[in-house]
């Protein structure tokens, strides 16, 4: 009988052979794919074990790594894994790092913590995508040198219209690590619901809280303020930033059933859809819930909306209060108030924190360009676009086409948007967006901070559902967001795409398989079609 650690012995041999004939840079299953990868001769086998180092002020970093190896055996005598850890200021561009591996080591440096930390998210999906064999690893030699595309790497999800609570919104923070994300945009009031315990105001949640898109009636469901502060953690360690979103002066309906002395108003078809420009008591109010919003969360960054006033604008029209004010600030059209609004609400959260952020409806607001964000979602309008970057606001692409992940992604599907009943969003449009022709196109492309994909509840309200219009597309996202066109190449990202599937199985994440798309059938959770 051949005995057992000879055995072992043995099949290490037999990897090693395998993996030294086989590795070429297009097999490493990464997503998003690093900018440069050099494969080198040999082999670096390492211990499938928690990594330590010897720089005790770097260690903080590695706890997202030792969480999410899953070890066969948990208990086993395996010793940690050494990696070396190392910022080197000028050595690159915020959230960039270069990755080396040794023969029995792996050591990467960065510009910041940032950087060491995409850098160990690349390590963990090589762990993940290779064979672990007598609890060891066995990678390829290698020189990875990467950096991102753009900046701000964005996922934006509506819990106003379907709320699904933090175990889901963890789940998303984390693949979003996983696939080096690093903002997340939280849509947190609109229309059919306030999600976030504001102490001052208690009935946003008790009564604004209630119902949701497709039930009027349901309990109030809501974020309490130590939900937030422990979900805010959660990203931290993963290098995500909140941003959260109170949408206004639009969308506002769940806030006025709360509080309706701050509502502008009703018309037929949007009731209370928006607040009051003409009442002072609006701004205090207003600005008194995002002040509580900005002790929740660090980044400083507010989110104030801005959308779709449109819907609910004509109520001002029947405001004798809001007419006074136009008369008495020369104004002629009803935008003009909705821009008043946003430029006295963006001018008082500018006091207490750092970035205001609006969709791009708030353009002609004037918002001081220095510190506003610009969200660009109405992909039909390219000149609202043009408009931003010629003031000079810091842009974030999420155009309807191809960005937003509420739309379906097989012509087959039923549930979910199509543009003008036929344009969807499949992973490779994702995927391709934006290219480097239209980003030469624009007035200046450096104000475009980044992308971000935007998953919207209308017609989601299961778990499942959510999944299956998230994953796989987030990963045909992530590779938009970080990898350079050039080094972009479908062929390459499908057959990276399969390894990522198997992820998705082995973590009970219902996903669409592009590939074989009767594989998991399309969920439906709402029959009712969206109007465009
Ligand atoms: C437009 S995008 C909206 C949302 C909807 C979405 C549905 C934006 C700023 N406003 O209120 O949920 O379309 O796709």
Known sequence: MINNARLKAYLISLLIIFNTALTKAQDLKLI????????????????????????????VLLSHFNEEIDRPEKNDKTPKQLIGLKIVPSSGIYGSYELITYEK???????????????????????????????????????????????????????????????????????????????????????????IEIKKYPLLTTVGGRGNYSDSLAVASYYTQEDIREIVQYAKARF???????????????????????????????????????NEKTYTYLTDILKELRGLFPSGIIHIGGDEVAFGIAAWNNNPAVTKLMEANHMTHLNEAEHYFLKRMGDSVLKFSNVVMCWDEAVPAGLPVSNTYINWW????????????????????????PLYFDFVQDSTHTSGRKWHHKQYNSYLDIYHYPTNSFLDSLPAKAKILGLQGNLWTETVSSQKRLQYLIYPRIAALAEAEWTADSVKNDTSFNMRLKTQLLFYQKENIYYYNPFDPAEHPEVVDIIKKEED
């Open 378 to 401: 109405r992909q039909n309008k390219p000149e609202s676009l043009n408009e931003a970057i010629s003031k000079g606001y810091g842009v974030i692409l999420s155009p309807r086409l």
């Open 32 to 59: 998003p794919y690093p900018n440069q990868v050099k494969v080198l001769k040999g082999n670096c086998t390492l211990y499938y074990s928690p990594l330590y180092t010897n720089n005790k002020k770097l260690s």
């Open 105 to 195: 080591h792996v050591a990467i440096q960065a510009p910041d913590s940032s950087g060491l930390f995409n850098g160990l998210t690349t390590l963990l999906q090589l762990y993940k995508s290779s064979s672990v064999v007598n609890n060891k690893v066995i990678l390829p030699r290698l020189v990875i040198r990467d950096q991102p595309r753009f900046a701000w790497r964005g996922f934006m999800l509506d819990e106003s219209r379907h709320f699904f609570g933090k175990k889901t919104v963890e789940e998303l923070l984390n693949w979003m690590a996983f696939y080096k994300l690093n903002r997340f945009h939280w849509h947190l009031s609109d229309s059919h619901g306030w999600r």
């Open 240 to 278: 995500i930033t909140i941003v959260p979103e109170i949408d206004m002066p639009g969308h506002a309906t769940a806030a006025n059933r709360a509080y309706p002395e701050y509502s502008g108003g009703k018309t037929a078809g949007y009731p209370d859809f928006t607040f009051d420009p003409a």
